[in-house]
């Protein structure tokens, strides 16, 4: 499962063939497709669901061509963001059998053609954000972006083990974003869901980490894993998912969502939990790698779920009212 490198703190590697690669390149000979590549569509994806329940779940309502406009600006701003990412990592992308083949290091796209593309994109969304809702969701947006291509990128990533959990931060902000849409403000349903993305990032990376430590150790990327060792990386993912748990009932609890969505979060939750002790007591071998791999796949599945009942009974009505005993 990878070597425990104790380094917390690491220089900004490069890899010898990214160079000859980039250098030799005058123009970029990349389609669309790897321009859209460097937005990290899946990342994408899971913003716009999550930004989207964030419009749902918010008191008040939204004109739906405002909120369309809205939801694709926040869109683009979270491609944007994935996109001065990857500028930024090309390097240690070029040393990891996982991003290798991204457009950048690949050599498809020139770095200074995916900077261009990714300020553009900030700029262009957070403009748009604010003339179609308001200056508070445009400024959350402009810091989001800011967050995690300077915040997270460029400093916590290849500085500290705690790079994914405080960095985190970024792309839990999106349903607040969403409040903000509509109310021009944000509360405490939003931040709830915050919350919940929050505490789903580590598990669901950490898993990952287990399965690629040799990745990050060859890129010099202080990953829990690689500083902390594969033992402490699998007690803080059971740590993490049993207190996401209780935290992804709360919406029921407060109104927000109904009878479906609690019987949604407290099963896929314990399946969660299961899913973290499963790699927590399979340690060595292939049984370790796959329980690593099931939960990372479940994770991505469990989110989605959580935020798709959600938009499904609030945003079609089809909110089924808790027993009295908890409504």
């Not at 985190?168 to 993305?197: K, N, Q, R, Y």
């Not at 973290?276 to 479940?298: D, H, M, Y």
């Amino acid at each position: 499962m990878g070597a425990v490198h104790k380094s917390t703190k690491t220089n900004r590697p490069m890899s010898a063939a990214f160079d000859t690669r980039t250098e030799s390149l005058t123009a970029s000979t990349g389609e669309a497709r790897d321009f859209f590549a460097l937005l990290k569509p899946r990342v994408m994806s899971l913003v716009i669901v999550t930004a989207l329940t964030g419009m749902a779940t918010a008191p008040g309502s939204v004109h739906p061509v405002l909120g369309l406009a809205a939801l694709l600006a926040i869109a683009v701003g979270a491609g944007a963001s994935g996109c001065l990412n990857m500028w930024y990592d090309a390097d240690i992308d070029a040393l990891m059998s996982r991003t290798a083949k991204r457009p950048i290091p690949s050599g498809r796209i020139l770095p200074s053609e995916a900077l261009a593309f990714g300020l553009t994109l900030s700029i262009g969304s957070v403009l748009v954000l604010g003339l179609v809702a308001n200056a508070l969701a445009a400024a959350m947006l402009a810091f989001t972006i800011f967050f995690y291509a300077v915040v997270y990128s460029m400093w916590l990533k290849r500085w500290t083990p705690q790079n994914i959990v405080i960095g985190g931060a970024a792309g839990a902000f999106p349903p607040m974003i969403g409040e903000a849409v509509v109310t021009g403000d944000f509360g405490w349903h939003s931040i709830v869901l915050c919350a919940i993305i929050f505490l789903w990032t580590p598990p669901h990376f950490w898993a990952l980490a287990l399965v690629k430590s040799g990745d990050y150790a060859r890129a010099g990327i202080p990953m829990m894993p690689n500083v902390a060792g594969p033992a402490a990386t699998r007690r803080q993912i059971v740590l993490y998912s049993l207190i996401m748990a209780p935290v992804a009932v709360l919406p029921a609890l407060m109104g927000f969502g109904g009878l479906l969505y609690l019987t949604v979060s407290v099963s896929t939750g314990l399946v969660m939990i299961a899913l973290s002790i499963q790699v927590w007591l399979r340690t060595e071998g292939p049984a370790a790698t796959k329980a690593c791999w099931s939960l990372f796949g479940f994770s991505i599945l469990y989110l989605f779920l959580l935020f798709a009942v959600l938009i499904v009974e609030n945003g079609f009505g089809l909110m089924w009212a808790l027993p009295k005993v908890l409504g």
